[in-house]
């Protein structure tokens, strides 16, 4: 049996067609450089979506208590809770909606694993929030941005395409009333590569307004990976080989760059992995982003570190180790370290802490399932949930993956 371990059934979906007007040419500060494929994608018929099924377990249990952690705190306008102080319940936080979409992209993780509708009823309560903050006007710009605080950052198209392909792995569809998410997908998608650099890289924010011009000096570390797995989403959701074509062009640039902790681009050596190959020099990049993670282990388990910082690292070693099982390469080294740190980061999920706290029925009843950040700041922000949501579902689809040898 094939250790790529394909559940794919073949589901033809009849779209609205809807292509985007791809040839006006925006303006910016910058040149921006012209995607090299010679075709542009269009909406196809769309395969099934390809899930892993998960055994019943703890750490099961655990992710879906963060799932109803983020429903409770859920506001009747779809509005997911940013950040709060579980001791004096203090929640005057400025919020990111670029975090908050990618922690609606984890309720249909949630919902997945689950197999229970009322966590994609939420998503999807939030995504129609979060979709008002998409921004099209081709007389100035590519396809479709993510507009927040003044301006489109490169991470909020991409975890906006993140949260739509998380639904459609957990529904087998892209319709929510009369709104084609392929179709928003795919004018994300238009935008991420509008913004490549000619070195191959990209620019992280742009300006909507007026002409409208890509900030060359905003930089984001993780946007470069979050917008290489959103191509490799798009690939796999319309099965365009466009999508992969760009996503091989900004990984070959991706690993000439310095080693950093990435677990973005962990999640995209996976999905190469499974969708088509990884390279021995991938290999050998994705070996030193986990060498790097578990170099650093004994000051990332100090007390006074995060939990959000610790859960990305558990996302970025168990998409390595699928990279790496379904590749036919070494795996199981990784297997102690991400259980380590999952230790960490589960002695600060409510109930449960590690720092002493007087921990009150009220607050379980509140804040049951949330992952408080540290000792030193006592507060569940929605990117910890979020990754910690990602993180164990990686780890438990690797461990599904090997059991099916």
């Known amino acids: 049996m094939s250790k790529k371990v394909f559940w794919v059934v073949i589901s033809l979906l009849a779209l609205a067609g809807t292509t985007f007007l791809w040839a006006n040419q925006n303006k910016t500060s910058e040149t921006i450089v012209e995607p090299s494929a010679t075709s542009i994608p269009t909406p196809l018929p769309v395969r099934a979506p390809e899930v892993i099924a998960i055994e019943d377990s703890p750490l099961k249990e655990a992710i879906i208590a963060s799932g109803d952690y983020l429903v409770r705190q859920q506001l ?3 509005e997911l809770a940013y950040q709060v102080n579980i001791l004096n319940n203090d929640r005057a936080y400025s919020p990111s909606d670029v975090r908050l979409i990618a922690g609606t992209g984890s309720l ?10 009322k966590y994609c009823h939420a998503g999807d309560l939030a995504l ?3 979709l008002e903050n998409l921004v099209s006007d081709p007389e100035r710009f590519k396809g479709t941005c993510f507009y927040t605080n003044g301006g489109c950052p490169l991470g909020g198209a991409a975890l906006t395409i993140d949260a739509i392909y998380k639904r459609w792995q957990a529904t087998g569809n892209f319709t929510i009333e009369d709104r084609n998410l392929l179709a928003n997908a795919i004018d994300l998608g238009y935008f991420i590569i509008s913004m490549r650099k000619a ?5 992280h924010s742009f300006d909507p307004h007026f002409a409208g011009t890509a900030d060359a000096d905003y930089f984001v570390t993780y946007f470069n990976g979050e917008s290489l797995y959103a191509l490799l989403q798009l690939y796999e959701m319309t099965e365009n080989d466009f999508w992969l074509t760009q996503a091989h062009e900004i990984n ?6 310095p080693i950093t902790e990435d677990h973005w ?15 021995d020099k991938d290999i050998a990049y994705a070996t030193e982003i986990a060498n790097v ?5 004994v000051r990332s388990l100090n007390s006074v570190n995060t939990s959000i910082a ?3 690292k558990i996302e970025a070693l168990a998409s390595i180790a699928q990279a790496f099982y379904l590749s036919d390469a070494e795996h199981e080294w990784l297997d102690r370290e991400i259980r380590t740190f999952i230790t960490f980061v589960r002695a600060r999920q409510i109930p449960d802490n590690n720092c002493n706290f007087e921990i009150t029925d009220e607050i379980i009843e509140k804040y049951g399932g949330g992952v408080f950040s540290s000792c030193e700041d006592p507060s569940i922000r929605v990117d910890g949930v979020q990754h910690w949501i990602n993180g164990i579902t990686a780890f438990l689809e690797y461990e599904s993956m090997i059991e099916e040898k």
């Open 76 to 78: 009747a306008n779809g």
């Open 108 to 117: 249909y993780t949630i919902c997945r694993v689950s197999s229970d509708s």
């Open 128 to 130: 129609t929030h979060y």
């Open 199 to 203: 070195d191959g890289g990209f620019y």
């Open 252 to 257: 070959d640039f991706m690993i000439t760059q």
């Open 265 to 279: 681009h962990s999640y995209a050596f996976a999905m190469f992995a499974r969708l088509d190959k990884l390279s």
């Open 293 to 297: 993670i578990i170099a650093g282990q």
């Open 310 to 312: 610790t859960s990305t």
